[in-house]
């Protein structure tokens, strides 16, 4: 199902805010490039917050968002370029979830060769071990989670989508 | 992120603080293992935890497995919110001895 084009978006003299994309009909909230590096993680957290606070997410959704990036970046970094450590770049894409901004998309991109994702698991809960709970964290708090395929020029495509409103569960 | 590291009675209190993230998880790793090593009972205080990710979950997770392993007390105490809902997400809130306050630890030794 298609909107009718934004009427706004053909103006070129007042550009709207939150420049929509036709493809998705998301609003992109931001945009971040830094390093693979662990200290970027806290730039990653805070853009992330915010984003999700002016899509209208409450704090706590927020935070949960935010705990969700965090863990699949720190994968970038710990393993996609564990061949030349911190080396490379990771993009953070925020938007709006389409088709009526119901929750927010966060697409993390990286630079580095393919990850087998059939090895990217979660982690058995009777399991106490260290490893594996970041993905377990991601999926706990996200309706949506995995690789997509990336755009040319990309090593990898994490998407996750987080829903403002959850179906209600029976019983 | 800062720890603090302290003698209470006849516990080590260490009070991380901040958040603990990737970047600085190894060190809450290492000076949580350190304080173990006198065979004294640790009590770690997450009140002034703003944020934890799942490396300083496993940092905990490790320092509780070294302290059972060498029958050593560790306990959790007053852990911050933005912690507790960590560790109910990752399921652990059951796994740690987790006491409302340092002080109610110390009492929970002192029996």
Known sequence: MSRPADPAAAAPAAPPARARTAATDSALLARLRVPARPPSLRIVRRTVREAALVAGADAAWADDLMLAVDEACQNVVRHAYAAAPETGDMVIVVRTHPPSDDGVTVDILDFAPAVDPTRVRGRDLDDVRPGGLGVHLIHAVCEEAGFQPPPDGAGNLFRLVKHFAKPPVDG | ?111
């Open chain 2, 1 to 111: 992120m800062t720890v603090d590291i302290a003698a209470r009675g006849p516990a080590t209190v260490a009070a991380l603080s901040g958040e603990v993230d990737l970047e600085c998880s190894p060190a809450v790793r290492r000076a949580l293992l350190d304080a173990l090593r006198d065979g004294r009972p640790v009590i770690v205080d997450l009140s002034l935890v703003s944020y934890i990710d799942s490396s300083g979950i496993a940092s905990l997770v490790e320092a509780y497995q070294a302290a059972r392993k060498q029958g050593t007390a560790l306990m959790l105490a007053a852990v911050s919110p933005a912690a507790l809902r960590v560790m109910q997400l990752a399921r652990l809130d059951r796994v740690f001895n987790i006491r409302p306050t340092v002080d109610d630890a110390l009492a929970v030794l002192a029996q």
